[in-house]
C-alpha cells in the first residue's frame, strides 16, 4: 500500500465530504449553512488541485480538470458569502439559495473526481 496514494484519496475524498456537508440542510436557511465548513471545502479542495498536478495517470488530467472546476465553484460561493454579507446583515434567503446552488455544482464536480479516483484504482494491477 503506498502512503503518498492513500493521502492522495483522502485529500479528495475529503474535499467532497466538507463540501456535501455544507450544502446539507435547508435550502434558503443560513442557520443550516456553516461559513467555516465552506472555508474548509474551499481550502481542502485547493490542496486536492495541488496534489493533482503531481498525477501522471492516464486519468490525471481529467481529474485535475474536475478539482479546477470545483475550485471554481467554491471560490464563487466564498465571494458570493462575502459580498452578500457586507455591512454585516444576515443573508436574505435568495443569497443563501445562490451561494448553495455553487457549492452544489462544486459537489457534482467532486463526484466526478472521487468516481475517476475509484476507475484509476480498480484498473491498477498488482
Given at each position: 500500500?503506498?502512503?503518498?496514494?492513500?493521502?492522495?484519496?483522502?485529500?479528495?475524498?475529503?474535499?467532497?465530504?466538507?463540501?456535501?456537508?455544507?450544502?446539507?440542510?435547508?435550502?434558503?436557511?443560513?442557520?443550516?449553512?456553516?461559513?467555516?465548513?465552506?472555508?474548509?471545502?474551499?481550502?481542502?479542495?485547493?490542496?486536492?488541485?495541488v496534489m493533482k498536478f503531481g498525477d501522471r495517470s492516464p486519468l490525471g488530467s481529467t481529474m485535475l480538470a474536475t478539482s479546477l472546476v470545483a475550485d471554481l465553484q467554491l471560490a464563487a460561493a466564498a465571494i458570493g458569502w462575502g459580498l452578500y454579507s457586507q455591512g454585516g446583515a444576515e443573508l436574505a434567503p435568495h443569497a443563501v439559495a445562490t451561494v448553495v446552488s455553487l457549492a452544489i455544482g462544486a459537489v457534482v464536480a467532486n463526484v466526478v473526481s472521487v468516481v475517476l479516483l475509484v476507475v484509476e484504482m480498480a484498473s491498477l494491477r498488482r
Open positions: 500500500m503506498s502512503t503518498e496514494r492513500v493521502l492522495f484519496a483522502f485529500v479528495i475524498v475529503l474535499a467532497l465530504t466538507l463540501n456535501v456537508g455544507f450544502v446539507v440542510g435547508e435550502f434558503g436557511d443560513i442557520a443550516q449553512h456553516n461559513v467555516y465548513e465552506l472555508f474548509a471545502a474551499l481550502v481542502v479542495s485547493l490542496i486536492a488541485t
